[in-house]
């Protein structure tokens, strides 16, 4: 771009005007603008570049990228999935936007080593796989989600579970669980699930070490490390001493097969230097099991490091939890907004842009196949899982559906006007 050209010596108002014309021009286009199959590669100034994709298969963006370093690509297992990339502000190496391409379209790594870019599957993510052919994904991803049609309820709002619209009205309840948790059904669907406080699990006894010195079993070594060995390292050293010292006793079992640390070396552990650096930046352990692909944490999410405790041991009860998530969600939806949730994840928006984007998305899913859907629904949830889930189960829906959120937006659009009209009134003193 000539804007951004370090040999180009222009007068500062010249480069004002220019930065003015750029960023005006810039704002003016975005993702949904780009008809499907786009690909284009735009020169940058040393040698930098930017890419812009939409819902053009992964493995064709990975492949024209290493062609442009000269060096091969090898692929761990097959890349079926569709990727849009869409960041204009952006210009960086095609080593990044191999990087990018790579997690953006199916949470692969793309690392160079030995000479050739190597992708994989950096993570351990049961629920998601960038191999499955459309068969695979259609089975594995279906759910069977029949909600109750009511008659009273809430009429604002959407909301999509497992990739299946719910019709309004809705009808939040909070409902206890015979394993003592609860959930907040909607319509009769259990959409939230809230688990049994872990007090009972605490007040079991707390694993010995073996007598070999090795645990072989990683539920059992994590529970002897969080009540056990981490509580009373912690007493004595401090949380960042008690941590190493954590690190330390790891790198003597061998079920883990490495600790990630600064001295790390991240191509021999198949990680990209983006996720190896972020990984770092976490206060828990990222290990690497010999028996499973990628890297996994240490410590369980619940679990607080600074206090050694599991968070709400004794804190609201489960149905406690269930009636402050209803009240949060019957807020959510009387403001219009759109809820997406699964079992990956949640997303919930109101913005008109994203509407008219989810509305669009939905009027080109016809007729495309499954992976090209799901590579659609991914440019508004950022989880690829959830995204194959509104994929799968949106299925025979699209239309329908794209014509409520037009609905809303007119609604929305409506109501704005009506806003503007009363402001300028009580400005002009009506």
Not at 56 to 61: D, F, L, Q
Not at 126 to 144: C, G
Request: hydrophobic share 40%; net charge negative; charged share 25%.
């Amino acid at each position: 771009m000539i804007g951004h050209d370090k040999r180009t010596v222009i007068g500062l108002a010249a480069a004002l005007c220019l930065a003015i014309c750029t960023a005006g021009f810039a704002a003016d286009r975005s993702l949904s603008d780009l008809p499907i199959g786009h690909f284009k590669i735009i020169e940058g100034e040393e040698g930098e570049i930017n890419v812009e994709a939409r819902c053009v298969p992964t493995e064709k963006v990975l492949k024209t990228l290493a062609a442009r370093t000269g060096k091969a690509i090898v692929f761990g297992q097959p890349c079926r999935t569709y990727v849009s990339l869409w960041q204009p502000w952006l210009h960086t190496t095609e080593g990044e936007w191999m990087d990018r391409a790579a997690s953006f379209g199916g949470r692969l790594s793309c690392v160079l080593r030995e000479g050739a870019w190597r992708v994989s599957s950096p993570e351990i993510q049961p629920h998601y796989d960038a191999s499955m052919t459309e068969e695979a994904v259609a089975a594995k991803f279906h759910h069977d989600v029949a909600p109750m049609r009511v008659r009273q309820g809430i009429y604002c709002g959407i909301i999509i579970y497992g990739g299946t619209f719910i019709e309004p009205p809705y009808k939040l309840e909070c409902v206890e669980q015979p394993n003592r948790g609860s959930a907040l059904t909607v319509n009769g669907v259990p959409v939230w699930s809230f688990p049994p406080r872990p007090a009972d699990k605490l007040r079991q006894r707390v694993p010995s070490m073996p007598a070999s010195g090795q645990f072989t079993d990683t539920e059992i070594l994590t529970d002897y490390v969080t009540r056990g060995l981490y509580p009373t390292l912690l007493a004595k050293r401090g949380k960042a001493r008690a941590r190493a010292g954590v690190v330390d006793f790891l790198k003597t079992q061998d079920i883990i097969e490495a600790v990630v640390e600064p001295d790390s070396d991240p191509e021999a552990l198949g990680l990209s230097s983006r996720i190896f650096q972020s990984l770092l930046k976490s206060d828990n352990i990222a290990v690497i099991y010999p028996d499973r692909p990628g890297f996994g944490f240490f410590f369980p999410a619940n679990f607080d490091l600074a206090r050694a405790t599991f968070f709400f041991p004794g804190g609201p009860s489960p149905i406690e939890l269930a009636e402050a998530r209803a009240a949060s969600v019957a807020e959510t939806l009387k403001r219009g907004f759109v809820i997406i949730a699964g079992s990956q994840g949640e997303v919930a928006f109101k913005d008109t842009s994203h509407l008219e984007h989810f509305a669009q998305c939905l009027r080109l899913a016809e007729g495309r196949s499954l992976l090209e859907v799901e590579c659609l629904m991914a440019e508004l949830v950022e989880d690829r899982a959830l995204a194959r889930e509104l994929a799968v189960n949106l299925s025979g829906d699209y239309a329908r559906l794209a014509d409520i959120l037009e609905r809303l937006l007119h609604t929305a659009e409506t109501e704005k006007a009506r806003k503007d009209l009363a402001a300028e009134r009580w400005e002009k003193g009506f």
